[in-house]
């Protein structure tokens, strides 16, 4: 029977991943319309806002994303009259619910335990001689309290273990299969229940779509779990914590999830069963108020746990660059360049904290490719899926055997040079995370600058001239 502790500890964990879930989706949608806007070289959300006496506050257009909801919560519920009422309604159900699913399973960070969380232990002459009782007492010394770092591999004590994912299951990524696997009825529900031969076509285009890519994406992990020797999440981020992360393993595998992880989510370049100028919107046609929230949202959360899945199996999950559970660790090869121990608390924090930091980092990459590359046509989109994801996922699977094996039988030598090139990796993340962390600190205090671009000979010819006249309307 689970403790107090367990109990809270789930509550929290619930809490804090379906709160990110939900607020981050929510994000999404104003880094839509505010990076489409920058790319587009156009002005963004800038229109809701409120005024208290002669300032108009606008709050960089967030403003935007909460009208949305008011207008989703208010908004009248239409329902076609010859419409499948049960199926019609439990449509958007089906389509949020896997979303919410697959987050339990995902881990967050490494496993916390209570009892390394903080200790007493008795001091005499400055060095700690023993561990005091349960009630804190020394039999000799003076009793202090200390935040002691963990263990590299396990826990000091197995008093108060609390592991950073809802449901740690042992099915790990099969599970995440059959989670989002279940997308597809509520698209296909949707459009056959709506009475609306637009919303069928889209649901036709969503299924086949989701089907396909399905494939490819299950088939993409296979040389991932070959490597990491395991199907639990948790497991496949100790693994890179240990060695490097599963980009430098499995280079081919994290582009081909990528690819087949955004057209899993239906968004641009792959919103074949949304296309507006084909289907009016595709399966949700005949949706409004929040049903149609739920379908608009569960997409972009789509989008935040298909980003945890691919820093879970690729980008290290939780890990950073030579940061272990009892501290940092700077070596290469067999010359240890730095050492210092971290208290276990800290440690955690810093894995939470990288963990979902990459995963922000990662949806604003799905974002720019959304608002940079042009819309599939059907066919191609299909081609893509049948004629190049899955040959090369297969593909993939056979290198990686064979020089998995290959490197297995080559001896101690070979061992060695994939430690080095490890390590070689590690330092590599290393060096582009803080040249990163320093071009963003420069970039945000520095100059705002904004360059002229000339584009076409007669603007050339025109700046040369003086430029153009400015109307009144244009200035």
Request: charge should be positive.
């Amino acid at each position: 029977m689970p403790s107090l502790t367990d109990l809270i500890a789930t509550i929290v964990k619930i809490a804090v991943m379906v709160g990110f879930l939900f607020n981050v989706g929510g994000l999404l949608t104003w880094v839509d319309r505010r990076l489409s806007s920058m790319i587009q070289d156009r002005i963004g959300p800038n229109r809701a806002g409120f005024k208290i006496g002669g300032f108009n506050f606008r709050i960089l257009g967030l403003l935007h994303t909460a009208a949305d909801g008011l207008k989703f919560f208010t908004k009248k519920d239409f329902m076609p009259p010859k419409a499948d009422k049960l199926l019609f309604s439990l449509a958007p159900m089906l389509a949020m619910i896997p979303v919410l699913a697959l987050a339990a399973v995902i881990p967050m960070g490494d496993t916390l335990s209570l009892g390394d969380i903080h200790r007493t232990i008795c001091v005499e002459n400055g060095v700690g001689i023993a561990r005091a009782d349960d009630l804190g007492n020394c039999a000799k010394g003076i009793a202090t309290g200390v935040w002691p770092a963990a263990l590299r591999l396990g826990v000091n004590s197995n008093k108060g273990l609390i592991d950073l994912t809802i449901a740690p299951l042992n099915v790990g990524v099969l599970y995440v299969f059959a989670m989002a696997g279940q997308g597809i009825v509520g698209a296909a529900i949707a459009g056959w229940s709506s009475d609306n031969k637009f919303s069928l076509m889209g649901a036709l285009r969503a299924a086949s779509q989701m089907v396909s890519y399905e494939v490819a994406m299950g088939l993409t992990l296979i040389g991932a779990m070959m490597v990491y020797g395991t199907v639990r999440l948790d497991d496949m981020v100790r693994w890179q914590g240990e060695n490097t992360w599963g980009i430098f393993v499995q280079p081919v595998a994290f582009i081909l999830f990528f690819v087949a992880a955004v057209a899993e989510s239906k968004r641009i370049p792959f919103d074949l069963p949304e296309a507006e100028s084909e289907l009016v919107s595709g399966y949700f046609t005949e949706y409004s108020g929040m049903k149609f929230g739920m379908f608009y949202f569960a997409e972009y959360m789509e989008v935040v746990t298909s980003s945890m899945l691919l820093v879970t199996i690729f980008l290290g999950g939780w890990q950073l660059p030579f940061l272990h559970r009892d501290g940092l660790t700077i070596a290469i090869g067999e010359l240890t360049l730095a050492q210092s121990k971290v208290p276990h608390i800290w440690a955690v924090i810093f894995g939470v904290v990288a963990f979902f930091g990459k995963t922000l980092a990662v949806c604003l990459f799905q974002a720019f490719v959304r608002w940079s590359l042009p819309r599939f046509r059907y066919d191609q989109l299909m081609r893509l899926g049948w004629k190049v994801l899955l040959p090369a996922s297969l593909a993939n699977i056979l290198v990686t055997g064979v020089l998995w094996l290959a490197i297995d039988k080559a001896g101690p030598s070979a061992n060695g040079a994939v430690r080095l090139f490890y390590d070689l990796s590690q330092g590599v993340v290393f060096l582009v995370l803080n040249g990163l962390l320093v071009w963003a600190v420069v970039g945000f205090f520095g100059p705002t600058k904004h360059p002229r671009f000339i584009v076409g000979s007669s603007a050339e010819q025109a700046d040369r001239k003086g430029g153009t006249a400015t109307t009144p309307m244009q200035a």
